[in-house]
């Protein structure tokens, strides 16, 4: 069984700075998928950023990146450059690879974006 | 459709009351979840259809929850005689390829309320 950690419930960051959010995961697979989803109050997951656990590069997607430690099993998001739009709840997942491969949560953390 | 639908958005029933919540994929997706997130948790596993047929229902909490989805396309998720612990935010998501969550589209959910 997978199981994924975010030890923060709550962070606040002031607009064009940049903020880190934790999350760590507990896994036997050697082949897995890690995301960072963002949820507003439309209750939409949204999905922010990916990486495949056998990429040693981390992902990046404009003003998101990932800092993936395999060994440690953590799985951090940086938030750059920080805008108000960003302010929602954040859920890291972990899902294997292979059939019937589902998505483990992690309980989120509420970040808010101050002006 | 454009994404994944979910009707109602918010439900309120009594206790022990039947409901029945619907989930529109996005058209051609073969695979659908459920997923359950209760108050200030991440989304939880319930069940995973590849076309017609559950693949994977373990995380149904008991025999008051069901699924279907006859056609390969609409999902219904019932449950009957409802108690106030079921009150969560249901998540529908679809993806077009069987056993890959990692291109999986959220609805917007149907919030119950148990009273």
């Known amino acids: 069984a997978q199981t994924v950690t975010q030890s923060q419930p709550e962070m606040s960051v002031q607009e064009a700075e940049t903020v880190t959010l934790s999350c760590t995961y507990d896994t036997s697979e050697n082949n897995y998928y890690l995301f960072w989803y963002k949820q507003p109050p439309s209750r939409q997951m949204i999905l922010v950023i990916r990486?495949?656990?056998?990429?040693?590069q981390n992902a990046t997607e404009n003003r998101f990146s990932v800092n993936f430690q395999k060994a440690a099993k953590s799985f951090s998001l940086k938030i750059s450059d920080s805008q108000l739009g960003d302010t929602a709840m954040y859920f890291c997942a972990f899902a294997p690879t292979g059939a019937n491969s589902k998505l483990t949560f992690g309980k989120g953390i509420t970040l808010s974006v101050r002006p | 459709g454009a994404g994944v639908s979910q009707t109602p958005s918010n439900k309120v029933t009594e206790k022990g009351k039947y409901v029945e919540l619907r989930c529109d994929p996005i058209s051609g997706h073969t695979a659908l979840y459920w997923y359950r997130q209760s108050l200030g948790q991440g989304p939880e596993f319930l069940i995973y259809?590849?076309?017609?047929?559950?693949?994977?229902d373990s995380g149904l909490p008991n025999d008051r929850f069901f699924a279907v989805r006859p056609e390969g396309s609409v999902s219904t998720l019932k449950i009957q005689r409802t108690e106030r612990g079921d009150s969560a935010v249901y998540l529908c998501a679809s993806s077009l390829r069987p056993g890959h969550p990692t291109e999986a589209f959220f609805g917007q959910g149907t919030r119950l309320t148990v009273v």
């Open positions: 259809f590849q076309g017609t047929g559950a693949a994977d």
């Open positions: 990486q495949e656990a056998y990429k040693q």
